[in-house]
């Protein structure tokens, strides 16, 4: 029922009457940290894009955001937020269909669904259990099952490389029938299982989408996997939107978007939003892209990342990103002409609470003037409330109790570039000589530890390893090849091997050698499993083995079985680290050293929750570590192990042998 215009005039006029009536008792600007001024050119309904810098500024929620006059006078204002997702679940928007039925034909495969819906629907979801696909799909809709009228073009189905698309528009049509039609004359056929049909909701369409100035700002390759750092002009954003700007013309990926998030004394990552990122071509079928996913958040720092699964694909090329957010206005009747303040940033201020809250429908629909107001500046005279300015004690420097490191094996310097929060990502040799919980790990300036988090995203780097192919004289049939690792000890999660034989299949078993108690060598498994490959597309010519034990030496031993048929080519071995980082605050840049290699070490206790915001949502600076002279250790784990162990054991041996000669010699009496 629509509400009358009579109505909506009298109930303005009540707010204006109240406006004009009277103000709400006077703050104390100064303990805001920030102001916007902003002119309005004639008394009545106004409203305010809220901009980025003060969701920058701001607690969660905009919870101190006040408008004042030139008096410093509170204005009532009213926040226009964005609907919230969680009032009608996603998953109630999708039905099974009353009949689904998949058929083949002369053009290729044909499924017809009938709907059972009454109200409008906006899309049908294929289901399939087929790893790797590309097909052209056509869908038409009909109202009895007889006749049949097309959406429009063909468009690509697909699932390849960890990305998929399988999701057909409807675009809000009702329809009693779907049929949708698989062209796979030039490929294989895939069985289509069954379908889901989303409905249109019934909610109000959500607001268009206002641009964020967002930018790349890091671009780092890992194992498979691009990470990008994306800065925002703000925090607290209501994203809903993230896009690429990307060169390839035809790629498929599945992209991630997550925001860092603290954990006990520990960095995660939180998963934003996930999805295919594609562009895709066929033949009879209009090029399709998707370039962008749904965002749901308000990440809690200007940073989002980015994560691009490559799988053995290279990297995209990446020119740009595009970030857009659900907008936010302010509403206020302004009593009188005149200037007027936006305030933002006291921590110390609790959420108002307005009589406007009772006329927010009114408002809404209201016509306003809209004002934009100026730049961000300081509030003049700044001066939080002395009980609670501890709110600034993460910015004075911040260190730990005293240590004694003669008990850490290795000392290396840290090399910072400039003062302020930094990330010091472990190499091999920090990696393989720390304990496997990273307990043993320590900043030292002048004998004082610095606090640090740690932070282990689920992030690898990809290690490219020299293998020799060794003969085995008593098993001639057998391939065997030896892998060298960069570190004795050096934490593994998988072991990729690639092949460039077309046609195989093999049992693939990974060891290492190690000296048994008895000086003989004993291999030691790692991991085993099949590996297989055919000639046709979509075979991978790669097969990851996962790693779940420490390795103890520094070669790794690789073999298989080829029986009657003629061996395999192994082109490449790959080894994958995990990422480890140290995040801390540095107010100088020299001095600084890493210690670890400490059995016994327990782990350390910072009081980090004094500096864990400013640490999570500073911009970091990339520290490095200066290159290890620690001695490593041998094959074997023991200082013996790039000896022939049977020397080994026989040469120990024969020291036992003398030492206790020298003790009968030593209790045999003297001669007299």
């Avoid at 399709?288 to 720092?301: D, N």
């Avoid at 500073?618 to 023991?638: F, I, P, V, Y």
């Avoid at 040469?651 to 209790?667: M, P, T």
Wanted: with cysteine; glycine share 8%.
């Amino acid at each position: 029922m629509k509400k009358s215009p009579r109505r909506s005039l009298d109930r303005l006029a009540v707010l204006l009457a109240l406006a004009a009536a009277g103000k709400l008792s006077a703050l104390a600007p100064t303990e805001w940290r920030q102001r916007q001024p902003f002119t309005v050119a004639a008394p009545g309904l106004t409203r305010i894009a809220v901009p980025a810098a003060v969701f920058d500024a701001t607690q969660p929620g905009l919870a101190d955001l006040r408008v004042i006059d030139a008096g410093g006078a509170e204005v009532a204002c009213l926040l226009d937020t964005p609907p919230d997702p969680g009032a009608e679940p996603e998953e109630n928007r999708w039905v099974r269909p009353r009949f689904f039925r998949a058929a083949r034909t002369d053009s290729g495969t044909q499924l017809v669904l009938e709907t059972g819906a009454a109200g409008k629907l906006d899309a049908v979801e294929l289901e399939t259990s087929a790893p790797f696909f590309l097909h052209a799909a056509h869908v038409d809709i009909s109202g009895d099952g007889r006749e049949w009228k097309s959406t429009g073009p063909a468009v690509a189905v697909f699932r390849q490389f960890g990305a998929e698309q399988l999701r057909l528009s409807l675009g809000a049509r009702v329809a009693a029938f779907v049929r949708i039609t698989i062209d796979d004359v030039r490929s294989r056929p895939v069985a289509f299982t069954g379908a889901r049909l989303q409905r249109v909701s019934s909610r109000p369409p959500p607001p268009e989408l206002v641009p964020v100035g967002a930018r790349i700002v890091r671009r780092e390759e890992f194992a498979g996997e691009t990470v990008l750092t994306v800065e925002l002009d703000g925090k607290q954003l209501p994203l809903g939107r993230l896009g690429l700007v990307v060169q390839d013309p035809i790629f498929m990926r599945r992209v991630t978007v997550s925001v860092r998030k603290l954990h006990g004394s520990a960095l995660e990552e939180r998963v934003a939003g996930a999805g295919p990122l594609y562009r895709v071509a066929l033949d009879g079928v209009s090029d399709r892209a998707g370039l962008g996913l749904p965002l749901g958040i308000e990440p809690p720092t200007r940073e989002l990342f980015v994560h691009i699964q490559n799988g053995d694909s290279p990297p995209l090329r990446i020119d740009g990103v595009e970030v857009s957010q659900f907008p936010v206005n302010l509403l206020f009747i302004a009593p009188a002409a005149g200037s007027y303040f936006l305030l933002a940033g006291n921590p110390q201020a609790s959420t108002p609470r307005y009589d406007l809250a009772g006329f927010a429908g009114d408002l809404r629909s209201a016509a306003a003037v809209t004002v934009t107001p100026g730049p961000p500046e300081a509030t003049p005279g700044y001066h939080p409330r002395e009980f609670l300015s501890g709110a600034g004690l993460p910015d004075a420097p911040f260190g730990g109790a005293a240590l004694d490191a003669k008990a850490w094996a290795v000392r290396r310097p840290v090399a910072l570039g400039q003062p302020g929060v930094q990330e010091l990502e472990l190499d091999a040799a920090a990696l393989a000589h720390s304990r496997p919980d990273f307990a043993d790990l320590r900043l030292l300036r002048a004998g004082k530890q610095v606090p640090y988090l740690l932070e282990q995203p689920a992030l690898a780097r990809s290690l490219p390893l020299e293998i020799t192919a060794e003969a085995d004289p008593k098993r001639p049939t057998a391939s065997v090849w030896r892998a060298r690792l960069p570190q004795t000890g050096l934490p593994l999660r998988r072991l990729t091997l690639s092949s460039t034989t077309p046609l195989f299949q093999r049992q693939i078993r990974v060891y290492e050698k190690i000296t048994g108690p008895n000086g003989g060598t004993v291999a030691m498994p790692l991991t085993e499993g099949p590996w297989s490959r055919t000639p046709e597309a979509g075979t991978p010519e790669t097969r990851v083995f996962e790693l779940t034990e420490r390795v103890r030496t520094r070669t790794l031993w690789i073999e298989t079985e080829n029986g009657d048929n003629p061996a395999i080519a192994l082109a490449s071995v790959r080894v994958t680290h995990p990422v480890v980082r140290l995040i801390f605050q540095a107010t100088a840049t020299d001095g600084l050293e890493l210690v670890y290699g400490n059995k016994a070490a327990n782990a350390p206790h910072y009081d980090l929750s004094l500096v864990a915001a400013k640490l999570l949502t500073s911009t970091r600076h990339e520290a490095k570590l200066a290159e290890s002279d620690a001695a490593e250790d041998g094959d074997g784990g023991n200082v013996f192990s790039n000896l022939d162990p049977r020397l080994v054991f026989w040469g120990a041996l024969a020291l036992v042998v003398v030492s206790l000669l020298l003790i009968v010699a030593k209790l045999l009496p003297k001669a007299t």
